[in-house]
Nanobody
């Protein structure tokens, strides 16, 4: 079973920056994509960004394009999310996820493993 551990969340003012990390360990399935999702109170979990483990192709939801950057370090089994120009509407619990198939990487049901989440709060 793959274990994913997120870190780096916190409280930041609007316009500020935060970086999240997700370290993967254990498990044997072939990791196709790694992604970040987020869930705000009372809302469904939504896709933020994904990156192909091999090749590094990236995907972003429209609301974060130009502000967030997803990257990975294969040697460290770690995926990162750099978040700039943060807005109050970015406030949510951010989850890291790993996918072992080539299904739509923006759909949470297509992911096999999830981290415990890290809180990001952006104050206005």
């Amino acid at each position: 079973q793959v274990q994913l551990v997120e870190s780096g969340g916190g409280l930041v003012q609007a316009g500020g920056s935060l970086s999240l990390s997700c370290a993967a360990s254990g498990g044997t399935f072939s990791r196709v994509n790694m992604a970040w999702f987020r869930q705000a109170p009372g809302k469904e979990r939504e896709f933020v960004a994904a990156i192909a483990w091999i090749g590094g192709l990236t995907y972003y939801t429209d609301s974060v394009k130009g502000r967030f950057t997803i990257s990975r370090d294969n040697a460290k089994n770690t995926v990162y999310l750099s978040m700039n120009s943060l807005k109050p509407e970015d406030t949510a619990v951010y989850y890291c996820a790993a996918q072992s198939t080539t299904q739509n990487p923006t759909m949470p049901q297509n992911y096999d493993a999830w981290g415990q989440g890290t809180q990001v709060t952006v104050s206005s």
